[in-house]
């Protein structure tokens, strides 16, 4: 497809849109397979580009792929520049605290001047394109500007998610090796004021890399030692920098645009890099044809920054798509006075008058322990669908939400890796039926199969159970690979499955006669907290650093609230913890406290255990799955390999079975 088929004009956009509510979804997702450069040209017309791509795809070296090459463009442009002309004065971040009693609303033109302000800091500070800024913040404002701040200069943005404590930092700031790290005082969580600074200064004390700068935004929540010469207060920086007017710098296509961590089978983090025109074009393509998201309606995501959903549709998504986006810090039964309010979300879908709401299953689980009257409080005829993702969505969950408020309920499957939504329905090109306990099937560009985890044979036959892969060609906005690591990147996804080289999900799934997945959990050693992704073995290398702790497991056990929670299983050097109650107690103590300073309270097990001996096979590994059998009740299956059966009996023991 020549690239001049690639424009900005908006009759382009609506020659598609018209074309693509005319055909089914079958037919749409099998053209952006058959046909992905016209597919994808067509797409890419969603955004603004300065230079138009030479080459829509280039997947010469699989399987990495670069989209839009030779394409020049920018992310900031495309979410706040492009609409000053249609609608500067309209809302384009809508911030609300239930922490801080605080609301605030910015219009695409205050916007623009606030991310032209933290521009303006952060090149004042040296950083230029290609230099990495790590953001360490609560859900403020200052996040969002500093996220678009970079994504205007082209330096990489790097975000940690707020809860994690000093260790995890410390590892990310070490892998990203930011020039300037931007944080602020303090996060505040059901009104817990937890203080970000000494946790940061911990962190870059425990780094090896040093950043040249910090910058901080005062909320006035925490006090905050300065370290001359490094430390900036943003206020005062804004202040003192001389023009506030900032360019956007026109990217490559293929540059980076951010990395965000996420975790694997490793103790290491894997920091997922995503470009910066197929990112762009994918959520742009997404806005449309999956949430419905119409310029000047507003979108409410329930998550943090800190992860994906947030990246993708708390910032980018609904700017691209000119939206207004609702910005949310607290918990979701928390009113603005501080007080138990069960109706907080639904009172600002009124308020704000919200169209697309994101959120996660574990946070339904929570509301759907209050009265569900609340849920008719408040006048919600603006919403039109509320989008759920992040964890197995368990059908009566669906069902309470989806009588409840009376909107179609989507189930959304993707991971960080992707960006967007792998699996789903796209009701903006045909209305599908939703199946409960199905995100649904996949979407265009995503060629999505099972395949046997021993051969790598795929799996046609509906309700046979295999591992869920993708193959390549991936689509535009999925990771382009692992941040300064190719090798890995390959060897980790793509030649997991024997025979095949295909990008491993690590899911298990399975797909019905109507070509409906159905996905049924991790077949590696992550497990899913709250919809927070954490690796077992990053737990596991935290607890034996303890110096009473021999040996540990850590398996993610069922839980009714948070789909998961992790528990530990800890071989103490003092055998009197086995024995002595009161010891064991007190040592659960020191490491849960362990986990907490190091990780953050997200990463923190549910029970720690004391044990003689943890279940092994005989040549060594230790038998997770088998401990996490037990602790569900459910049958170990075969033992066979086991080195010491007697263990196991120790874990059940443990848990009063
Ligand atoms: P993350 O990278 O943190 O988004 O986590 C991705 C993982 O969360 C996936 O590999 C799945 O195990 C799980 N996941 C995400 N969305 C869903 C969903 N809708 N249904 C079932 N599992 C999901």
Known sequence: MPAAAVCAGTKTQRQSE??????????????????PEAFWSEQAAMIDWQTAPTRIMDADTPPFVRWFVGGKTNLCHNAIDRHLADRADQPALIHVSTETGTERTFTFRQLHEEVQ??????????????????????????????????????????????????????????????KVIVSSDAGSRGGKVTAYKPLLDEAIRLSTHKPDAVLLADRG?????????????????????KSTEVACTWLDATDVSYTIYTSGTTGRPKGVQRDVGGYA???????????????????????????????????????????????????????????PDGAIWWRLVEKYKVTVMFSAPTAVRVLKKQDPALLKKHDLSSLRALFLAGEPLDEPTARWISDGLGVPIIDNYWQTESGWPIITLANG??????????????????????????????????????????????PPGFMQTVWNDDARFVNTYWKSIPGRMAYSTFDWGIRDADGYFYILGRTDDVINVAGHRLGTREIEECISGHAQVAEVAVVGVADALKGQ?????????????????????SLEGEVMKRVNDELGAVARPSRVMFVAALPKTRSGKLLRRAIQAVCERRDPGDLSTMDDPASLESIRRQLDL
């Open 18 to 35: 018209t074309a693509n509510m005319s055909e089914s979804y079958r037919a749409f997702h099998q053209r952006s397979i058959e046909s």
């Open 281 to 339: 074009v994918a959520l742009a393509a997404s806005m449309r044809h999956i949430f419905d998201g119409r310029a000047g309606d507003t979108y409410f995501s329930t998550s943090d920054i800190g992860w994906v959903v947030g990246h993708s549709y708390i910032i980018y998504g609904p700017l691209l798509a000119g939206m207004a986006t609702l910005m949310y810090e607290g918990l979701p039964t928390q009113g603005m006075d501080g007080q």
């Open 117 to 178: 302000r933290t521009a303006a800091c952060l090149l004042e500070l040296g950083v230029t394109k290609g230099d990495r800024v790590l953001i360490y913040m609560p859900m403020i404002p200052e996040a969002a500007f500093a996220m678009l701040a970079c994504a205007r200069i082209g330096a990489i943005h790097c975000v940690v998610f707020g809860g994690f404590a000093s260790g995890a930092l410390a590892s990310r700031i070490d892998d990203a090796t930011p």
């Open 429 to 474: 090109v045909e209305h599908m039926a939703t199946k409960f306990g199905s995100p649904g099937v996949p979407m265009y560009g995503y060629k999505v199969k099972v395949v046997h985890e021993a051969t790598g044979e795929e799996l046609t036959a509906p309700g046979e159970k295999g591992v869920v892969v993708i193959e390549g060609p991936t």
């Open 565 to 585: 929670v992790a528990m530990a299983f800890a071989v103490p050097k003092d055998a009197g913890a086995l024995t002595d109650a009161g010891r064991a107690r």
């Open 221 to 241: 929540l925490a006090p905050m030692a300065l370290v001359p010469g490094r430390d900036h207060l943003a206020a005062d920086m804004a202040a003192r920098v």
